[in-house]
């Protein structure tokens, strides 16, 4: 707190005014998905994200399923209850600034759990 009552002018009753932006994050590579769980509940985590690089919709979908919206856990894991093993999995990422991406057969039919794949990017 002392640091902060050297560098501003406004500091009053323990409150210091901050102002910020938010800048783009740029990423090498696509989108990463981790997909982990066991046959009737699929938990992906996602990173590597690009731009805002905050995720607040994701939706998985199987070979022989339409789109399927996810929950957030915690954090970026996100997770459905669909069984989709066997299926190749395509993903949409929205972020907080209301843009999207679609990674289409991401996964393999033969993904295994514990194993990641890169999607695109924003």
């Given at each position: 707190?002392?640091m902060?009552?050297k560098?501003?002018?406004?500091?009053?009753?323990g409150i210091?005014?901050?102002?910020?932006?938010?800048?783009?994050?740029f990423?090498?590579?696509?989108?990463r998905?981790?997909i982990k769980g066991?046959?009737?509940?699929?938990?992906v985590?996602v990173?590597?994200?690009g731009g805002v690089?905050?995720?607040?919709?994701?939706?998985?979908?199987?070979?022989s399923?339409?789109?399927?919206t996810?929950?957030?856990?915690?954090?970026?894991?996100?997770?459905?209850g669909q069984?989709l093993?066997?299926?190749?999995?395509?993903?949409?990422?929205?972020?907080?600034d209301?843009k999207?991406?679609?990674?289409?057969?991401v996964?393999?039919?033969n993904?295994?759990?514990?194993?990641?794949?890169?999607g695109?990017?924003f």
């Amino acid at each position: 707190m002392l640091m902060f009552t050297k560098i501003t002018k406004d500091y009053h009753a323990g409150i210091v005014p901050v102002q910020f932006r938010r800048v783009p994050c740029f990423k090498k590579g696509g989108i990463r998905f981790e997909i982990k769980g066991n046959p009737n509940w699929i938990l992906v985590l996602v990173y590597n994200v690009g731009g805002v690089g905050d995720v607040n919709a994701m939706q998985v979908k199987g070979s022989s399923t339409g789109w399927i919206t996810m929950t957030r856990n915690w954090g970026q894991n996100w997770q459905t209850g669909q069984n989709l093993v066997g299926q190749r999995l395509s993903f949409r990422v929205a972020t907080s600034d209301g843009k999207m991406v679609q990674s289409d057969n991401v996964a393999p039919s033969n993904w295994q759990f514990g194993q990641a794949f890169e999607g695109k990017q924003f």
